[in-house]
């Protein structure tokens, strides 16, 4: 048994000696060759074919992004004015209604009733004025009031008397007692001259508490009917004919749809580049194939310090009722135009985990750079950072590309003479 396994341990030291050599004359040959990655992207191989571009220019027009919410900006929650029986409601949800379109009617009998008492009541005190309706609002002057003309002419005649009657007592021709009685009758008529003053006024002053209650009588008939105030759409509908609501019920909820308001709130970092007047364009869910426009009308002066931003509202034409209050909006404010920046076609940027790069073409070899990409706009992507805008880039065969492989051009552009792009669009 020891003999067998010696002789198995040497077998086994023979042949791998034999592979260590085959090894070693095989490793020449394979270097003189040269592998496959060798020929296609070793220094010393065959040159990578790629077309080339000059960095381009182009302009863009830089965006804030934006989310907030349409609203209306006039509702009204309309209420009556006046307790009473609904007699009817011409309304229902949805209904498109102008200011001083009738909402609902109250059933007037009450309201009636209680004007004509209380025009009966000014009447009354028109009357004792010597007031028509023909004549001035105006109350006439005190003298002019017929109970204080009579009063006057009593004290005027009683004055008279008086003066009389001392003129013959002091000649002896009347007794003590007859003057007495016309100075007695003088004072009464005095006193009575003051009375009817001072009824007159009161009067004057109860004629303008009865046209108070007048008015107050005849709006509360107007008030039976119930009137839009603000045009707009029905959201509520909150009364039924033949209920009886008392005053302050609200019975309508009007919303205004045109225009509508965009509320949304934008971070503080672009509050230098908000201002009134710029373009709002914004989609809502149910539209997702449409966009909408709006313009910035307000534009908060402060900043929200827990959610670090500033409310802003635009304003947006709903004149086909499409849009609704309570859509939510996603969009962009278009704040300015940038012009003649740096860009790049797409097909010249290879991108991976997160970094962009472009191939750099220098004395017919390829320098790999980095750069930072901002808008994009019509297949080209805007260069913020990395480049000077006179390199030449490669735009084919990038996956082949690395620093230091030779590149063989075709179809070569002059660096820096790549066509101005158009287009317009980015952040």
């Not at 270097?31 to 302009?59: D, H, I, L, P, Y």
């Not at 309706?133 to 004290?155: C, G, M």
């Not at 304003?315 to 940038?338: I, Y």
């Amino acid at each position: 048994m020891r003999v067998i396994s010696s002789v198995l341990i040497s077998s086994v030291l023979i042949v791998a000696a034999i592979g260590l050599g085959c090894d070693k004359i095989s490793s020449p040959s394979a270097a003189a060759g040269g592998g496959a990655g060798g020929r296609g992207r070793g220094r010393g191989g065959q040159a990578v074919v790629t077309q080339t571009t000059g960095v381009q220019r182009m302009s863009v027009q830089r965006q804030v992004d934006l989310s907030g919410t349409l609203l209306s900006p006039d509702q009204a929650k309309v209420s009556s004015e006046v307790a009473g029986i609904v007699r009817e409601v011409p309304i229902q949800l949805g209904t498109e209604v102008k200011a001083g379109d009738v909402l609902v009617r109250l059933e007037p009998r009450e309201l009636q009733l209680a004007l004509d008492r209380a025009e009966s009541a000014l009447r009354q005190v028109e009357a004792q004025l010597g007031i028509t309706r023909s004549q001035d609002r105006e109350p006439p002057p005190d003298e002019q009031i017929a109970s204080v003309r009579q009063a006057i002419a009593n004290r005027d005649d009683a004055r008279a008397a008086f003066a009389r009657a001392q003129q013959l007592n002091s000649r002896g021709l009347l007794s003590q007692v007859d003057r007495d009685t016309a100075d007695t009758r003088l004072k009464v008529t005095e006193a009575n001259y003051q009375a009817a003053i001072d009824t007159a006024r009161s009067l004057k002053a109860s004629l303008q508490d009865r046209r108070a209650a007048f008015e107050l009588a005849q709006k509360k008939l107007t008030d039976a009917v119930v009137r839009a105030p603000v045009a707009g759409s029905i959201s509520e509908r909150l009364v039924q004919p033949g209920e009886y609501i008392r005053e302050n019920t609200p019975v309508a909820t009007i919303v205004q749809m045109q225009p509508l308001k965009l509320k949304t709130a934008i971070q503080e970092k672009h509050a230098s580049l908000i201002k009134v007047g710029q373009s709002v364009e914004f989609t809502v869910e149910a539209f997702p194939d449409r966009g909408f426009v709006g313009r910035i009308a307000y534009v908060s002066p402060a900043v929200d310090q827990a959610t670090r931003t500033f409310p802003v509202e635009a304003l947006v034409e709903n004149a086909s009722r499409q849009l609704k209050p309570g859509f939510f909006a996603k969009g962009t404010v278009q704040t300015k135009v940038d012009r003649d920046v740096l860009a790049v076609p797409e097909d010249a940027i290879s991108t991976l985990a997160g970094v962009s790069t472009v191939y750099v073409i220098e004395d017919g070899k390829a320098r790999q750079q980095q750069v930072t990409l901002g808008a994009r706009a019509n297949n080209l992507v805007e260069i913020t950072n990395g480049l000077k805008g006179t390199e030449s880039l490669a735009t084919t065969n990038l996956s082949q590309l690395a620093t230091g492989v030779r590149v063989g051009a075709a179809g070569d552009e002059p660096a820096g003479r790549g066509r101005r792009g158009g287009g317009e669009g980015g952040r």
